[in-house]
């Protein structure tokens, strides 16, 4: 496949390219690459390296994402590219999103072959995962828009680390997202993951605010790095001043991974107790991940506390929702629940 020349991009001194797709602003030089790997100044201008060149494609059951309230027991399509945005020392997927696209036994697929794949293996919607996916946002916006046209439904597995005029342009055709809520401390973002906790926040609320984007909220708990209560409390306090009560958020256990080896698995207290405080605080929906917990990876209705949509691990054992709304006392459920 052709080399793509990318978006987001002005030259600037000395022959370099100053990306503009997220808020690391790299500027970089000819013949080399941007931190993410795939974005690459050749001859004054900057290319979409990793546009086309998907790493591989799995069906996965949504609920992995995880979203839980979006379209709960479908499959979908999963792929990434190589690289990332972000250096996260507890990657767990690091050997794609720390990887060039050299390195890799990358594939190659043109936006209609990813449709026409999600088509074949009958799913109805497509994640962009596994890497974040804002660093192949050409390719994320081509394959969407053809995606929307088939019919078919576009979900975004990000850090939610985008620029804010490059957001515009990358979620145009995406119907959810589940953001990386990483910690909830600027000490944590920038020495874990070399990024800023204020330009996540920024696009958690303009996906609220501004998009009609169904979005959850995922944060990975680390012993003794992003796992106080006190942390806890405060993340689910700015939820529910700045997101409202009815975005839900996934607590989930981290392993030992990465340049993170030294660190325990998070213990299932750790989660149970996080879920709690959210919960006390007002979120309506709430659940644990990386974990086998039946009660924290149930939906109830907010109003009855039914059981709606009852999960085994990323499986829908049983869905007692109808038309959206709960089947015992009728009140909708906040999510996307028909095609």
């Known amino acids: 496949m052709n080399k793509v020349i990318a978006k987001w991009w002005e030259p600037t001194d000395g022959g370099r390219i100053l990306c503009t797709l997220c808020p690391r602003y790299c500027k970089i030089g000819e013949g080399q690459p941007g931190f ?9 201008k900057l290319y979409s390296i990793g546009y086309g060149r998907p790493t591989g494609f799995a069906v996965d059951p949504i609920e992995k994402k995880p979203l839980n309230h979006f379209l709960p027991g479908t499959n979908i399509l999963s792929f990434g590219t190589a690289g990332c945005n972000l250096g996260c020392k507890f990657c767990q997927n690091w050997s794609m999103s720390k990887a060039k696209i050299d390195d890799l036994n990358s594939l190659e697929a043109s936006p209609e072959e990813v449709v026409a794949l999600a ?19 050409e390719y994320v916006i081509d394959i969407s828009k053809i995606a929307r046209e ?7 597995v990000t850090a939610g680390y985008i620029d804010k005029e490059a957001r515009r342009d990358v979620y145009k055709y995406i119907d959810a997202a589940n953001v990386d809520l990483k910690g909830f401390t600027e000490r944590f973002y920038w020495k874990n993951t070399y990024s800023h906790l204020n330009d996540v926040l920024d696009t958690l ?4 605010n501004e998009t009609d984007v169904w979005f959850e909220i ?18 689910c306090d700015w939820i529910m ?26 213990p299932e207290k750790t989660l149970t107790d996080a879920r709690k405080i959210a919960m006390d ?40 929702l109808k038309d959206g709304k709960c089947r015992k006392c009728g009140k909708p459920i906040e999510g996307v629940f028909v095609f």
């Not at 001043?241 to 325990?264: C, Q, S, V, Y």
């Open 119 to 137: 088509k074949r293996y009958d799913t109805p919607s497509i994640a962009y995962t596994y890497n974040d996916p804002t660093i192949f946002g």
């Open 205 to 208: 609320i303009w996906l609220k």
């Open 150 to 156: 088939e019919g078919i439904k576009s979900v975004m």
């Open 241 to 266: 001043e700045n997101l409202g009560d009815n975005i839900p958020i996934h607590f989930t256990a981290f392993h030992p991974d990465f340049k993170m080896r030294d660190k325990n698995r998070t």
């Open 218 to 235: 995922t944060t990975l708990l680390i012993p003794n790095e992003n796992d106080s209560s006190e942390e806890i409390k405060k993340e």
């Open 36 to 44: 993410c790997f795939i974005r690459q100044n050749t001859d004054g």
């Open 281 to 320: 605080i007002g979120i309506k929906y709430c659940y644990v991940g990386n974990i086998y917990n039946s009660e924290g990876q149930t939906t109830y209705c907010p109003n009855c506390n039914e059981k709606l949509i009852k999960r085994n691990w990323h499986s829908v054992i049983s869905n007692n």
